[in-house]
């Protein structure tokens, strides 16, 4: 039966979100559950994707990822693919419309980490983040809104900048595993092998813009989405917090993480400010 295959998929999806990602998992678990299978199955394709261009060094990545390449189009097209994580996004696809420039735009910034190392310009690194980041927020907020393309179009930009956000944080805090394991360098006029408190500043300020256009947005969601969405915001807050407080020299020798206890205590204040309706 196909519908038996169907929820492997999604089991399998939810796995490797929960296996890749302890902070995304705890905030999807704060969904409703009646979207809460659609974002893991959005997750799970975008981390199968990501795990090619960033982890399998010991095989032929290029191969790999035009293999993900043509099952993805073939799943698309056929509406099923036996490789689950697939199969399970493309349901999720259909079932809310989403846009195929979206899954295109994360698929090439995804091909350029391949082969591009260097970000050197404002307008490279835009693109570069349009589509690892901000097009799954796009994906998700499709999810988040139920298919009312009127809510869509408005939280459109906010969803974008919360998705930006993520990813600048993310960028930040692995400076060192991306600049000395891939030898990326993603901020561009910014040199990695001599931050300084300035050039730091500046990246962090960046940040916090795209988080206040980020909230602005969640306030205005679905009660299904807001607390989960709320309680990842907090999350990479937090993370940017201990950033901020990191002296620039060491941020590329060190891995800043929020420690389980400060997850368990944000998720509680999250919880409070989401009743009291303070966010």
């Given amino acids: 039966m196909k519908q038996l295959f169907d929820t492997v998929s999604y089991s399998c999806s939810k796995i490797v979100t929960k296996t890749y990602s302890t902070s995304f998992s705890l905030a999807t678990k704060m969904l409703s559950n009646s979207i809460r299978s659609d974002i893991y199955n959005i997750y799970g394709f975008v981390r199968l994707a990501d795990e090619i261009v960033d982890s399998f060094h010991d095989f032929n990545k290029e191969e790999l990822f035009k293999e993900l390449t043509n099952d993805l189009e073939s799943s698309l097209n056929e509406k099923i693919s036996l490789n689950p994580i697939l199969n399970a996004f493309q349901h999720t696809y259909y079932k809310y419309n989403i846009d195929k420039h979206l ?56 969803a974008m900048a919360l998705g930006s956000a993520f990813q600048k944080v993310n960028f930040l805090r692995d400076l060192k595993a991306d600049h000395d394991q891939l030898n990326r360098s993603y901020f561009p006029n910014t040199d990695l092998n001599n931050l300084n408190e300035a050039s730091k500043q500046e990246i962090i300020n960046d940040i916090e813009a795209d988080f206040s256009k980020g909230l602005n947005g969640i306030k205005k969601l679905p009660l299904e989405a807001k607390f989960g ?48 309706n303070l966010l």
């Fill in 103 to 158: 899954v295109d735009a994360f698929m090439k910034s995804m091909r350029m980490d391949l082969h591009k190392k260097n970000y050197l310009t404002t307008e490279e690194f835009k693109e570069y983040i349009y589509g690892s980041a901000d097009v799954v927020g796009l994906m998700c907020l499709k999810v988040f809104v139920k298919g009312d393309n009127y809510k869509y179009e408005s939280l459109k930009n906010s």
């Fill in 229 to 276: 969405v709320f309680m990842a915001y907090r999350y990479y807050r937090q993370l940017l917090k201990k950033l901020k407080n990191t002296p620039a020299l060491h941020i590329k020798n060190t891995r800043i993480r929020v420690s389980n206890p400060k997850k368990i205590e944000l998720l509680m204040r999250s919880y409070v400010k989401y009743q009291l």
